[in-house]
Structures are given as C-alpha cells and as structure tokens.
C-alpha cells in the first residue's frame, strides 16, 4: 500500500477547499463590452484590477472616500451615473459607502470568494465589479453599499443644482 506524503495531503485538502470555494461565474452580457485589452487601454492598472478582476483596493486610499461635494459617482468604465452624493455616509470601513443606489445603476449577484458568501455589486451597464452590499447600514434602507473609489469618478453638481 502507497502512503501518501504529508504535502500531497495538504496539497490535495488545499486543492478540495479551492474547488469548493470556487465560484464559476455565468457569462452574462452587457450594453458595454470591450475586450480584455481595449478595458486595458482605457483604465488605470488599479480600475484595471477592481473593475475587470474584482479586486479590492486599499482601505483608505481612495480620495471619493473624503468627497464631500454635491454630485454624482460614476462607473469609472462606462461613465454610467451610480451613487448620489446625497445617500454617502462615513461607514468607517476606509471605503465610499452609501445606502443607496440610483435607479437602475447597478447590479447584484454572489460572491463565494474567501470562504464566506457575500453580495456582489456591479455596473449594471458594462459588468464592471463595484464591491459588496451588507445589511448594516443605516436608516432608511439598513444597507452599505462598500464601494471600490477606483471603480468610480465623482462629477460635482453645478452650483446650485441638486445631486441628480
């Protein structure tokens, strides 16, 4: 009878572990599709990353997490309005949070990533990743929409104009 060795177990529990956690995603379509190197071309190697590869930023780092100004928070892929500046909050998690989205800007789907189930928030318009949406954020809604800055730009209002 062949033992197995020490690290083909563990590689073999790593491998078992991954392959539950694994989440395979459906194609879906979107009004703006480019491909890889077109999204390449067009945004930054951070947008890069947190729009097209669902990545997180830093806590922190982003300058829309300190935007105060009236405005509007746009997908830093297509340019589609998302966030008003009226439904941002300090959270405290180091990310833009808001509790609420604009009408028809966004999208949702499942995230089983990291060994936890979360919900996924994308552009509705390109597919491009966004962050998540948790249920501990506050009154009127109960949500925090935990937002990437890379993932957005932020438009002021002109003034005297409200937010959208």
């Known amino acids: 009878m062949i033992r197995p060795t020490r690290r083909q177990l563990t590689l073999g529990a790593a491998a078992l572990l991954l392959g539950v956690n694994a989440q395979a ?54 340019d589609l309005p998302l966030f008003s500046s009226e439904t941002k909050y300090e959270s405290g998690t180091g990310w833009p949070s808001f509790w609420k989205p604009l009408d028809n800007a966004i999208g949702t789907s499942e995230d089983r990533s990291f060994f936890m189930t979360r919900t996924e928030v994308h552009c509705r318009r390109c597919g491009g990743h966004l962050g998540h949406v948790f249920n501990d954020g506050p009154r009127p809604t109960g949500l925090r929409y935990c937002m990437n800055g890379a993932a957005m730009t932020f438009k002021p209002a002109e003034e005297g104009a409200s937010d959208f």
Do not use: I, M
């Not at 459906?26 to 067009?42: C, I, N, S, Y």
């Not at 590869?53 to 982003?62: A, H």
């Open 25 to 78: 995603k459906k194609p879906r379509r979107f009004e703006v599709t480019r491909t890889d190197e077109e999204w390449r071309q067009l945004l930054s190697p951070e947008q890069y990353a947190v729009l097209r590869k669902e990545g997180t930023e830093r806590p922190g780092s982003s300058p829309l997490n300190r935007e105060k100004r009236h405005g509007v928070f746009h997908c830093a892929g297509c």
